[in-house]
């Protein structure tokens, strides 16, 4: 087989050519595609969840129990 980029001869089983480095195959797996963030939605639920055991706690602690 022959490099395609610089034309040297390779071994059939060659993964890239020895001489230029260039791959003999097309990649059989894409790239990691990170997961997009989203716009603040989970800091905005903690910070709700947050406020919202606050007031429960504030409101425990200066409501009159019996």
């Known amino acids: 087989m022959t490099c395609r980029q610089?034309?040297?001869e390779i071994?059939?089983?060659?993964?890239?050519?020895?001489?230029?480095g260039?791959?003999?195959?097309e990649p059989t797996h894409q790239a990691y595609a990170r997961p997009t963030r989203r716009?603040?939605?989970?800091?905005?639920?903690?910070?709700?969840v947050l406020a919202a055991l606050?007031?429960?706690a504030w409101f425990l602690l200066h409501s009159q129990w019996p």
Do not use: H, Q
Request: hydrophobic share 45%.
């Open 39 to 48: 716009s603040g939605t989970t800091m905005a639920m903690a910070v709700g």
């Open 6 to 8: 610089c034309g040297t």
């Open 11 to 20: 071994a059939d089983k060659a993964l890239i050519c020895y001489r230029c």
């Open 22 to 25: 260039t791959a003999t195959t």
């Open 54 to 56: 606050v007031l429960v």
